[in-house]
């Protein structure tokens, strides 16, 4: 699809990793001016750097300052935001453990990125948004583990089916300003990280993956340019009546029990 | 909005409607040709939105399912249901017609499962969409949706055009709500 974006300017947190490359890049080919916003201020940059009109922003969005520096750099450079896409988040690495192990730091690292990262971010960029009045769009990108969930990570499924849920917050207090908040909860896609668990010759969990795509109506992961394609849709003029969804893009893995 | 549906065919099968009717001139504008029947590359089905009585609830799934099997296996192809947003969140008004809505969204997940990988099924659920006369939802709806307005024909198009976009592999098994976040709770502060 194809998408009037022109002049609409996106700012995309997580904005150098897999998916969030994909959405900047899928934003900018449809004419808006896109803010590259990054814990990895040179993954930023390099991005940045090949797409017209952006602005690359270190931004570390579990601190409200760093939030809201941010923010004032984006306005500084154009004035307004458009389009939020809340795509920044991590997931537990090192720690695949139940529930009654998982460590209290790693818990906290992860609910204080996803969750109020999600939130900080969001406060800061819908002040000037608000106050301009001329509406506009947040995505969330979320996770289908926040929809069904899995083992071993309990604190991302925590928080990202709080994200889920306060998306629908979200559009609700903030529908009459003409600011439309959704979610996408991706499945999974392939990227590093995805590879390292999962989908790499080594992958931690490798031998299992095939058994794991049976689950998956698809049977296969996604593309970052996938989840991209739907942030487009839900940042366009035509998603102006949708409102509160959560759209899982997921090859069908949440429709149903599978097997 | 703008797909690429050229050189591929799309048929309408259901209930005639402002939105079916309207998709039908969308899909034509984005290179699509109708069909009236037989084989299609992109299949809409249409159910009634404002009244269940006097409808081939039958005959419409019995479509889903012997389209899509066919659909699968030429190979690919896009099913996408037009329903109400009643599918997802029952209407005190509208019981009977909640109940096929909410029959037919749970159809479209099957489908969607045991159509992978080569089709890709999902709906559009509509809330209050019209005009001084509405052609999808109930008058009490608009209130509570947070945008304050019903939406438009062309809004509910908009998302059942995306739904039909071939670029669209990993999305399936959706219903994908134009309802100005009626669905999503409380709109109104109480």
């Known amino acids: 699809m194809k998408a009037d974006l022109d002049g609409r300017v996106a700012v995309v947190t997580g904005g150098a990793g897999a998916i969030g490359t994909a959405i900047c890049r899928m934003l900018a080919a449809n004419g808006a001016r896109v803010v590259v916003a990054d814990i990895n201020g040179d993954g930023a940059r390099a991005l940045a750097a090949d797409l017209p009109d952006a602005l690359a922003c270190a931004i570390d969005i579990s601190s409200e300052s760093s939030a809201h520096e941010g923010v004032a750099a984006v306005l500084s450079r154009y004035g307004q935001i458009d389009i939020l896409v809340n795509n920044a988040g991590v997931n537990t690495q090192a720690h695949r453990v139940t529930i009654d192990n998982f460590p209290k730091a790693e818990w906290d690292r992860i609910v204080r990125i996803d969750l109020d990262g999600t939130y900080l971010m969001s406060q800061a960029a819908l002040k000037p948004m608000v106050a301009r009045g001329a509406g506009g769009r947040i995505i969330n990108i979320a996770s289908v583990v926040g929809i069904a969930a899995m083992r071993l990570q309990s604190p991302f ?13 979200m559009a609700i207090e903030l529908g009459h300003h003409g600011i439309l908040t959704n979610a996408i909860a991706p499945g999974s896609i392939m990227s590093e990280g995805t590879r390292a668990l999962f989908y790499g010759k080594d992958g931690l969990f490798g031998s299992r993956t095939e058994e794991f795509m049976r689950h998956i109506p698809m049977g296969r992961p996604g593309d970052p340019e996938e989840i991209a394609r739907a942030v487009l849709f839900l940042g366009s003029p035509a998603a102006s009546y949708v409102n509160g969804q959560c759209l899982a893009v997921d090859g069908g893995w949440t429709a149903g029990y599978t097997l | 909005m703008q797909i690429d549906l050229s050189g591929k065919t799309a048929r309408i099968a259901g209930a005639d409607h402002p939105i079916s009717a309207a998709l039908g001139d969308r899909l034509t504008g984005c290179g699509a040709r109708l069909v009236p029947a037989g084989p299609a590359d992109v299949l809409i089905l249409s159910a009634p939105l404002l009244e269940a009585a006097g409808f081939d609830w039958d005959g419409l799934a ?30 005190r008004r509208q019981p009977d017609l909640s109940a096929r809505m909410a029959g037919l969204g749970v159809l479209m997940r099957t489908l969607a499962m045991s159509l992978a990988p080569e089709v890709a099924v999902n709906a559009m659920g509509a809330g209050a969409i019209g005009g001084d006369a509405l052609c999808s939802g109930t008058a ?7 945008v ?17 976009d071939p670029d669209n592999g990993y999305l399936t098994g959706q219903l994908l709500c134009a309802d100005g976040g009626w669905g999503a709770g409380y709109g109104r502060s109480f």
């Open chain 2, 140 to 146: 009490e709806m608009i209130g509570h949706a947070s």
């Open chain 2, 148 to 164: 304050g307005r019903a939406g438009t024909v062309r809004e509910a198009c908009d998302v059942a055009l995306f739904l039909c």
């Open chain 2, 62 to 91: 019995d479509t889903a399912r012997t389209e899509g099997a066919a659909m699968k296996a030429r190979g690919g192809g896009r099913i996408v249901f037009l329903l109400s947003a009643s599918a997802g969140l029952p209407v």
């Open chain 1, 157 to 169: 499924a925590a928080a990202k089916a709080a994200i889920v849920h306060l998306t629908r917050a």
